[in-house]
């Protein structure tokens, strides 16, 4: 079995190929084909060489553009990469007998406060949720084909991890979002689930898994949480978002995550857990 991860640039793709590398073979794309990797322009995505692929091969599918906000202000250009072309790849790829983990979002739920598990209906909110669903509409109960709904992810890299540790270097308040609460998954646990289920594909017959931690936080909860294990004099302060920045993202989407947890043989980290790993700080310094 080959591993073929589309979008290894990425913020995900790029661990996900090189952790799949150390136990399996592995291809890479992305839209330059830099670095070594196999050129996808998913706007194209009929030119792409599927020969690379045999019959029980698994696609990693993460490449998209992934911004909610370009996916409103150019729809039609999403449109042809997160639809037209995503899903020209995946007929392509299951026509060679090769599997398709499909990135999705917890977004094609909608706004949910409750708890729910992967048989919740979805109402998808905003253009790029729209997108993601469509795609799963069109290949949910194909044998080769399982959809993976992701939370946000958690690593020191990420967008708001990354803002609050400038703010902190800086020594300046952040200014965060609330309400805003996501099942927040940590990075790793994303990529272990992955590559356990390219391992094990036959083993998990469900066509969709949450990709979400243990907790469902806000922004407030998150910033505690790092303040509790890597920045104790973090300063914020909590503002209300324009109702504009809801548009396209739901206040709250409270996902369970039992599939991943099966995945992964354990419970996902929290986010106190995770933190602590990707900041390399051994559990006796932990001040919570």
Known sequence: MKLLVCGASGYIGKHLAAQGATSMKVLTTSSSGRE???CLDLARAGDFDV???DRGDVVALAAAISAPDICANDRQRALAVNVDGTSLLIERAL??????AFFSSDTVYGERSE???????VHPAGDYAQMKNEVER?????????????SYVFSRQDKFTSFLEACHKKGVTAEIFDPFVRSVVHRQ???DGVLALARNWELHPQS??????????????????LRETVW???????VTPEDAFFRNRPRNIHMRCDGLALLLGRTPRTLVEAALLEFDIPLERYIG
Do not use: C, H, M
Not at 115 to 121: C, H, I, V, W, Y
Not at 141 to 149: M, T, V, W, Y
Not at 208 to 225: C, D, E
């Open 36 to 38: 070594g990797t196999i």
């Open 51 to 53: 020969g690379v692929l």
């Open 95 to 100: 026509g060679r007998g090769a599997r398709v």
């Open 115 to 121: 708890a729910f598990d992967e048989s919740a209906p």
């Open 138 to 150: 069109r290949y949910t109960g194909e044998a080769g084909f399982k959809s993976l709904r992701l």
């Open 189 to 191: 646990d994303v990529v």
């Open 208 to 225: 969709i898994f949450n990709f979400g931690g243990p907790q469902a936080l806000s922004r407030v909860a998150y910033v505690q949480a």
């Open 232 to 238: 104790a004099d973090l300063a914020y302060t909590v």
